[in-house]
Structures are given as C-alpha cells and as structure tokens.
C-alpha cells in the first residue's frame, strides 16, 4: 500500500471510531437525561440518616427523588436534605396523596400541602426549593369507586384539575402516578389514562410487573398516546414484599435481575420521545433489596 492510500485509510479508520464514540456518547447523554426516580416515603429518614440516604441514592444513579411531605418535620431538615440532593444533581418533587383526597373533605388536606409548599419554597434558597409535585391518591383505593365509580372519577379529576391551577401558579411541574390499567377505564368517552397524561407533565405508571416483556405490554398504549400529545411517561416497578403474587414485584428475584429486565425494556422504547426512564418502589425496599 502507498503512503497516499495508507494515509487516506488510517483518516478512514480516526473518522469511523470518532463517529462511534459520538454515536456511544450521544445515546449516554440521552439516558442521563431521562429520569431515574424513586419514592422516599418515610420522611424521617433525612433527619435520622440524612448522609445515609444520599450516599444510597448517588450510589443508584438516581436524579429524582419523590419525597413525601411530613409536616411535622421542620422545614430546615428539608432545606439542608434538598440543598445536599441539589449538589448531586438530584431533584426532589413534593410527594402526597392518598385515596381520601377523593372524599368530600379532600380539597381541606389538598389545601395544606400546597399551602405548606408554597410557604417553604418562599422562603428557601434556590438550591433548597422543591422542583415539583407529585401526587399519589389512588382513587381506587377509596371505597367509592366500588360504590359509584362516576362520582367517584369525577372528584378525582377535578382534585388533578385544582391542582394542575396550585402547581402553574407556584410555577412548578405536576406529576402524578397511574396505575396501568387507568387505559380500561372508560368516562366520558375518553380513557381515564388519557385524561391524566393531558392535564400534567409527567406520569409515573405503575407497571407492577417483574418481567420485561410484561413492562413492555402493559405500557405501551401510555407510551405511544403521551408521544402524541408530547408528554412524558415513566415505568414505575415494585422491589417490596407483596401478597398480590410472585409477578408483581421484584422483591424475590433480586436487584441484578431487575436491573436486566429494565435494560430491555430501556432497549425496546429507547427511541420513543415520550419514554423518561425507570422509578424504583421505593427507597427502603431498594435498600434492602438482595444483590
């Protein structure tokens, strides 16, 4: 081979790995964008292991946090916990709800959280302040969706509706968790599924499943109708004990397993913009997950 073509081949051989590299690297930005999320509900924890519980996150990757709002615990706990996430690069949303939100007194307990947030964040550093809100209410855990489903249906989209107008108004995200099979619930003439993805930024579905090709079936009508209206869609699964059956949780087959069964989900919906990532129910079960 001449010194003429030996040099055009090695700026072949540069140019191809150099493309690879943007390809590799491109796809790792794309993926460190997405969300990779879990719920802390025992606030407590950043008063009694405040290092504990960050390191545990870093250690995970993760970069959002939902983290139940306890009253009860001062506020400065909460400013020196988010000032710590925000420098590891970990947002933290409001997390609340339950399924009684949905009764008559509901709008009273609504109320107090974005009364409490919108006091907190006033008066907190910017690196201190809550960057969302995520609600978890679970309507069908309240006693009137066996009882009349409609009426019941009804209070719940006007709570997401009311608090759709609390978060614009404190200029910050509202994200709400779903269970997969709100796409079997018809009002109105619409999916209830539907409904939700149009009134907020971001849904957290519950796909409570422990294999990939479960996660991948039962969410893909949320994936494909959130592209659509350019929203975005996060699969949520289970680590904790649960006597609803071996297929709901990973709990029993450990944390490697899952990590494996994400990947393929992750690889199956990797090009769809309304895809964001995984979260992992929750932080003391992860904790205490097997290897």
Known sequence: MGSRSLSKAIIVFI??????????????????????????WDTTKIVEDESGVL??????????????????????????????????????????????????EGYKMQDQLFDWLQTYNGNAAATEQFSGVHLDVEPYLNSGWSSNQAKTIESYQALLTRAKGDTDRLLLPLEVDMPFWFDEI?????????????????V?????????????????????????????????????????????????????????????VHQYYANKKSYNGFAIHDVDSWMNMQP
């Open 186 to 202: 018809t009002y109105k003439n619409q999916l209830l599924a539907d409904w939700v993805i149009d009134q907020v930024e971001s």
């Open 204 to 264: 957290s579905i519950m796909a409570y499943r422990d294999a990939a090709k479960d996660i991948i079936n039962i969410v893909e009508h949320e994936i494909n109708y959130a592209k659509k209206v350019k929203k975005s869609i996060v699969i949520g699964v289970e680590t904790g004990a649960t006597d609803e059956g071996n297929t709901i949780t990973f709990y029993d087959d450990g944390e490697a397993y899952m990590n494996k069964q994400l990947a393929q």
């Open 55 to 104: 390191s545990f996150l870093e250690s995970k990757q993760v970069n959002k946090l939902y983290l139940q709002i306890n009253s009860d615990i001062a506020s400065n706990f909460y400013k020196s916990f988010i000032d710590k996430a925000t420098a590891k690069g970990i947002k933290v949303y409001a997390l609340d709800g339950s399924a009684s939100w949905v009764s008559t």
């Open 15 to 40: 140019v191809a790995i150099v493309s690879t590299l943007g390809l590799t690297m491109g796809k790792v930005d794309a993926m460190a964008m997405q969300d990779r999320a879990t719920w802390l």
